[in-house]
């Protein structure tokens, strides 16, 4: 559905691995925005990871393009991972600013978490003029809005639990980028959980956290299989700083 520009968000992380909470995150904001495309980009190593143990780029990207090559919305980009330097969020999105233009209006989906540690990020009020935003959370949960400035409150529009018209209604509305608070995905699911499912053997819970291929992929290549799960820090919806 294209009216215009088309829309486009761009769904950053570690994705290590990708797990069926990203796709519903996907799918959500695909159909309550009217979105046309969902642009994943896993992550080199993200800056706040640095020093972490990460599974081989490779995989990450392997396992994304596993898991989105039967949904026609959906695309994996390498934008991050052949980089030459290690790119902060302001400096990917500058570039996809720059390549799409006048053409796609850009989100940025963040969690959360994510949301709660902006101020902490490279330029981050840069980061929150650049393009709309799409932050996700759970139903019922608080998100703060104390911790940035009153002209980034000023852009805070609330839709969680709006219908499709509502939101619609909201993005025609001008007046720059905004910071679009929804609970769009009701899925839990954190990839600690893949990885502890994985050290176990409990092949039966892998097969509900990620989508088959997926699952064939990690134990093809023995993937996670040297942690329970609780070294790792998962990527899930949050950003880099």
Do not use: C
């Not at 695309?75 to 233009?101: H, I, N, Q, W």
């Not at 619609?168 to 954190?190: C, F, M, N, Q, S």
């Not at 039966?204 to 993937?223: D, F, R, S, W």
Request: net charge neutral; glycine share 10%.
């Amino acid at each position: 559905m294209t009216r215009g520009r088309r829309r486009v968000a761009v769904y950053g992380g570690t994705f290590d691995p990708v797990h069926v909470g990203h796709a519903a995150v996907a799918r959500g904001l695909l159909e309550l925005f009217g979105l046309d495309e969902v642009l994943f980009v896993p992550a080199s190593v993200a800056p706040h990871k640095r020093g972490r143990k990460v599974s081989p780029a490779f995989d990450r990207y392997a396992m994304l393009a596993l898991a989105t090559e039967d949904e026609r919305e959906f695309r994996v980009s390498t934008a991050e991972l052949s980089a030459p330097e290690k790119p902060y969020t302001v400096e990917t999105l500058t570039r996809f600013r720059e390549t799409l233009g006048e053409t796609a209006r850009l989100f940025f989906v963040m969690g959360a978490d994510s949301w709660e540690e902006i101020t902490t990020w490279r330029e981050w009020e840069r980061v929150l003029a650049l393009t709309d935003h799409l932050v996700v959370t759970r139903p019922g949960y608080e998100l703060p809005v104390g911790h940035v400035t009153g002209a980034v409150r000023e852009r805070i529009v609330d839709v969680r639990g709006a219908s499709r018209g509502r939101v619609e209604d909201e993005l025609k509305k001008d007046g720059g980028p905004r910071v679009y608070l929804t609970d769009a995905a009701k899925i839990k699911v954190a990839a600690t959980d893949v990885r502890a499912a994985v050290a176990r053997g409990d092949w039966q819970a892998l097969n509900g956290l990620v989508l088959p291929a997926v699952a064939e992929y990690i134990k093809k290549y023995g993937l996670y299989s040297e942690t329970d799960g609780t070294e790792f820090s998962d990527a899930g919806i949050k950003g880099k700083n």
